[in-house]
């Protein structure tokens, strides 16, 4: 358990669903072989972490952000402007995330500063405001961003599909640089997690829990809300530029629609809800359900609009339309937070209680 | 009763704040200069004004229905883009009347619709009181996520309905072009917007201090409580200032659909981020903060978007940090907030 | 002896989690002033929110002339004859003296007759009738509070430390409005810190600590005891002036 840091997942049946989400996600190239299924293997990474790391802010503070993705998108840039001029290399790699990093805690650090105040109203509004307009930034700098085409970019040769890492296939897989890639992030993902829980089980973890409950009380206390606050939102937003840095490298790619459209968002949002907010192990349910879900339910939106075209319902059929996705998520929040706000997670604990 | 109408001896003098008034026409002013030509700078302006107005008709119900009841409605941008497409929809069987060259003829065609806009923008604000707001009153957490899921499933029923493409609206052809004055073009259209938005300015303002539902928001603003204890069932009052606000919105949507001459779903989303920045540097919960918000907001966008295009992107967020590093609270900080 | 108007039994309320009131059992007279003292943190105030369904009791019932109000709204509760002056007074700052008094009279307009009768207890009304009432000291803002609440006909007048803070000598015309206004029959729960001012106008007493009534009677038997007046309230009249 010390490699948990104290923080088990608590239930027996949540358990065996982390167990087997992560042991599927550790051989899903020998489980699951083909680029289609290790790109969905390294979605539910990326997100879990970029999902985990917004827990930190709605679950464990009480707080919440519109700009997440933004922070997301800078990792990403950060890492694709750095090997797109530098060329392909672990040096690029390096800066490229270490710059995301200051822009990032920087620009976290302000807005913090700013609008992290005891309503959560104000710091909503502000993030939302402040991610509009970098989003709208990002596709208009075209000569450092690419614009709307974004940025694609080549990475270090081993981690390239063409490079052989086992002369023999393993399992049956070659074992070439993308399944060493796909490694690489899976392990840092599992790192930087064990990090996470670290942090919300450490004093500072239970301070800004004591805050969420009780505002008036923690300052009466003396914990410094602002404080506290404010250094949950730049931890948050540097694990999120990570996460978006992974995403970058794994897609060797970075533009709006991967990594800044407020569909992210969106999709984040449905993630913690879902998995369960300030459980931290949510996001890796949640980002495991719905990144299945949606490869699975485009797919059968896809199906039934082409049917109701066929019957002659055109106008039914719209609302089926795989592009009116997002109008079947957002139906799905908000029933998420009226009805099961506690999320899989806090389902399956409550479960388990004796 | 008129016998007790007199004024005594003065109470301590307030000071009046008048800085926040005067800051729009620094602005103006200070573009002047950098602008060069009088007659560019009188356009701008005026453009200006006229966006300013729009804003200001999406954001007045923001302000009041966050000031009355802490509600923070993440869907407001919802009633901006009914009230665009109601434009759409309702002009369409006017169009006759729209493309008279007589103005009253036009008006036919716009009243109306501006009414229906109203109308059906105050019944969307109806419903989604009901289902978005009031289940989770008091619960900030889940307001805004609730009310920020009630935008997006507004939005793409619009798309759902509507299509995705971006719909044109025609201007009424007697509101269309420019009249010149000194050198100067000025359209049509724009000063229209800017009349309508001080009509709605001076109205709210009369009904707000003129009117007992009026006096009972105001009160209700700064002690919420008090006021159901004298009697008044506030959550009533709240309903109704809700539904206003939301016809306000829709209103503003079908002017700044007209203004832009197309419609797309996505000028909730976009609209909802400026009466964010608006009623942050008004003063959440000030409708007079609102107003200089909105002027400010646009007349800046205006002259930033003439001067560095580049820029003006984020010259709405500068303005923003600019105006709360000067008073972090907005520009007119309402008391019990 | 007049028949109870307001009666409280066995009441409990929580605020968040914590359990404030401990079963508070008290009636209030008709046409009498019943005094609520205690120290601070006793419950006091939390007693007065409940009856004004501001707070939600959690157990017990609270009777208001002869109907149950323990789940009314408390709109319904201030329709039924109800008027509240809070601990913080709940002036509307933003607005004029005489805009605060127009909406006190929720039923109509304010008559003159009233007016003038309001204005002989507190004639810095008139003076400032038309002034922003956030101009108004601290004690001119408790007599527009009290104003409002007498502004129509209540039943029952629930005030809540109108003398905190305000000097001696507006202390004293307070007591002297609060005074008539028993005289002219007003039914009145009003909490005090201050004994001497509770001691002049009080008929009943009720004391609280911890969210209990620990002794109640009249008030005449109180201030006459000088050795039950330090067990309960712990105080020394000399020093609490």
């Not at chain 1, 679950?59 to 009480?62: I, Q």
């Not at chain 3, 109000?69 to 709204?73: G, L």
């Not at chain 3, 009738?129 to 108004?136: H, N």
């Given at each position: 358990m010390m490699i948990l840091s104290g923080g088990a997942p608590r239930g027996r049946i949540l358990t065996a669903v982390l167990v087997t989400i992560v042991v599927l996600l550790a051989l899903a190239p020998f489980l699951f072989p083909g680029s289609k299924p290790l790109n969905v293997a390294a979605k539910v990474c990326v997100y879990a972490l970029l999902v985990a790391s917004y827990d930190l802010l709605i679950?464990?503070?009480?707080i919440v952000s519109f700009a997440h993705t933004m922070f997301f998108g800078i990792g990403s840039y950060g890492v694709a402007i750095a090997l797109y001029g530098m060329g392909a290399g672990w040096l690029a790699i390096f800066v490229g995330v270490l710059a995301a990093l200051v822009v990032a805690a920087a620009l976290a650090l302000a807005i913090g500063l700013f609008s992290l105040r005891v309503q959560t109203i104000f710091f909503a509004m502000v993030t939302l405001a402040v991610a509009s307009a970098f989003a709208v930034l990002a596709s208009q700098l075209s000569w450092l961003t690419g614009g709307e085409d974004g940025r694609t970019f080549q990475i270090p040769?081993?981690?390239?599909?063409?490079?052989?890492?086992?002369e023999q296939p393993l399992f049956g897989v070659d074992v070439n640089g993308r399944i060493l890639a796909y490694y690489l992030l899976f392990l840092t993902v599992v790192a930087l997690f064990l990090v996470m829980l670290r942090i919300v089980q450490s004093p500072f973890g239970r301070v800004l829990q004591a805050i969420r409950e009780n505002p008036f009380r923690a300052e009466a206390l003396g914990f410094r809300i602002i404080g506290h606050r404010t250094l949950a939102n730049v931890l948050a937003a540097l694990f999120a530029a990570l996460a978006g840095a992974l995403n970058a490298l794994w897609l060797r790619y970075a533009g709006p629609d991967t990594s800044l459209s407020f569909s992210i968002m969106l999709d984040i949002l449905v993630m913690v809800v879902i998995g369960g907010m300030?459980?931290?192990y949510g996001a890796i349910v949640g980002a495991a359900v719905f990144v299945l879900a949606q490869n699975y339910l485009q797919t059968l939106m896809g199906v039934a609009f082409g049917a109701l075209n066929a019957a002659g319902v055109p106008f039914i059929a719209g609302f089926f339309n795989p592009d009116r996705w997002l109008l079947w998520l957002g139906a799905l929040f908000i029933l998420s937070v009226y009805f099961f706000p506690a999320g899989i997670v806090g389902k399956l604990r409550a479960e388990s209680q004796p | 009763m008129s016998a007790i109408e007199e004024t005594g001896a003065a109470l301590p003098r307030e000071k009046t704040d008048v800085w926040p008034v005067l800051l729009p026409l620094i602005v103006a002013a200070a573009a002047l200069p950098f602008v060069g030509s009088f007659s560019t700078w009188t356009t701008l302006t005026i453009a200006g004004l006229a966006m300013g107005m729009m804003i200001f008709a999406m954001s007045s119900g923001l302000t009041l229905v966050f000031g009355l009841m802490d509600v923070m409605n993440f869907g407001h941008g919802a009633f901006v883009a009914v009230g665009a497409y109601l434009a759409v929809v309702a002009l369409a069987p006017l169009a006759v009347y729209a493309q008279s060259d007589q103005i009253l003829v036009n008006l036919v065609a716009l009243v109306p619709t501006a009414l229906i806009a109203m109308a059906v923008s105050a019944a969307v604000g109806f419903a989604f009181e009901r289902a978005f707001v009031r289940p989770v009153y008091g619960q900030h957490l889940k307001q805004i996520l609730i009310t920020m899921g009630g935008l997006i499933v507004a939005e793409q029923l619009l798309y759902a309905i509507f299509g995705p493409q971006i719909i044109p609206l025609p201007v009424p052809a007697a509101l269309r072009g420019s009249f010149l004055v000194g050198g100067a073009a000025i359209e049509k259209y724009r000063v229209i917007a800017v009349v309508v938005g001080l009509i709605v300015f001076v109205a709210l303002q009369l009904a707000l201090t003129r009117t007992r539902i009026g006096l009972l928001i105001r009160a209700g603003v700064e002690n919420r409580e008090m006021v159901e204890a004298l009697g008044y069932r506030i959550d009533r009052l709240f309903v109704g200032v809700f539904m206003a606000g939301s016809a306000l919105a829709g209103l503003g949507g079908m002017m700044w659909a007209l203004y832009r001459e197309q419609v797309h779903a996505s000028i909730g989303g976009e609209m909802m981020v400026l009466t964010f920045i608006v009623i942050i540097i008004g003063g959440l919960g000030s409708v007079g903060g609102c107003f200089i918000g909105a002027v400010l907001v646009a007349l800046t966008a205006n002259y930033a978007g003439y001067l560095a295009p580049k820029i003006a992107l984020v010259s709405n967020i500068a303005l923003m940090v600019i105006i709360l590093l000067w008073r972090p609270r907005g520009l007119y900080p309402v008391t019990s907030r | 002896m007049s028949e109870a108007l307001l009666t409280l039994s066995g009441v409990h309320t929580h605020i968040g989690r914590y359990h404030i009131l401990h079963g508070v059992d008290l009636v209030a007279l008709r046409g009498r002033t019943t005094m609520l003292l205690g120290r601070n943190g006793a419950g006091k105030t939390t007693t007065l929110r409940t009856i004004m369904g501001l707070w939600r009791a959690s157990a017990g019932a609270v009777n208001f002339a002869g109907a149950s109000?323990?789940?009314?709204?408390t709109p319904d509760i201030a329709r039924a004859g109800v008027a509240y002056v809070p601990e913080n007074m709940g002036v509307f700052g933003d607005l004029t003296v005489k805009e605060n008094m127009v909406l006190a009279a929720r039923a109509g307009a304010l008559d003159e007759q009233r007016l003038a009768w309001i204005f002989g207890f507190f004639p810095a009304l008139r003076k400032f009738?038309?002034?922003?009432?956030?101009?108004?000291s601290g004690g001119q803002k408790q007599m527009l509070a009290i104003a409002r609440a007498i502004a129509e006909d209540h039943k029952l007048l629930l005030i809540d430390e109108p003398t905190k803070g305000l000097a001696p000598a507006i202390v004293g015309a307070l007591i002297e409005a609060l005074t008539d206004l028993r005289r002219a029959g007003a039914t009145i729960v009003l909490v005090e810190q201050n004994f001497r001012v509770a001691q002049d106008i009080g008929d009943d007493v009720y004391v609280m600590e911890s969210g209990k009534i620990v002794h109640s009677g009249a008030m005449d038997a109180l201030a006459a005891d000088d050795e039950l007046q330090r067990r309960l309230l712990g105080l020394n009249l000399d020093s609490h002036q």
């Open positions: 679950g464990f503070t009480g040769a081993v981690l390239r599909p063409g490079y052989k890492l086992l300030g459980t931290l | - | 109000i323990d789940r009314s709204a009738w038309l002034s922003r009432a956030g101009l108004l």
